[in-house]
């Protein structure tokens, strides 16, 4: 089952990355030492095809360390085209039991991701975002 689910993953990827989905997407979501969030398109007609499109939860096979690359997620079933990238040194352990399943890593250029801007914070009512 995990072999079918990975082939999945790896299949829904490869159609938002060759079609295009994530090119100029903007991080809209920097908490640091934390996370950045990206993957909402600013294109309407291109956001909508998977606006409903829920990616099936698969198993934490690896811990949520620092550079990894996770789907969010509302809860299970839930995941989307939001992705983020962990930033905290230390990493973020907690959520592998929350269900966050790394399913790939940034293995260069994770100083460029400490330097995205962070000044809205979360949305509202929580922040400024």
């Not at 490869?14 to 934390?34: A, H, K, S």
């Not at 839930?78 to 039991?97: K, V, Y």
Request: aromatic share 14%; proline share 5%; net charge neutral.
């Amino acid at each position: 089952q995990s072999h079918l689910f990975f082939f999945f993953l790896q299949t829904v990827l490869q159609e938002l990355v060759t079609n295009g989905f994530y090119n100029d997407c903007r991080f809209f979501r920097v908490l640091p030492g934390f996370i950045a969030q990206f993957g909402i398109n600013g294109d309407p007609s291109v956001m909508s095809k998977w606006r409903g499109a829920n990616i099936g939860d698969d198993p934490v096979k690896v811990s949520n360390t620092r550079g990894t690359v996770v789907f969010a997620t509302a809860g299970p079933n839930t995941r989307t085209t939001q992705i983020f990238i962990n930033t905290r040194d230390q990493g973020n352990g907690f959520l592998d039991r929350q269900g966050f399943s790394p399913f790939g890593e940034v293995i260069e250029g994770t100083d460029l991701v400490d330097k995205l801007y962070a000044g809205y914070g979360e949305g509202a009512p929580s922040g400024k975002g």
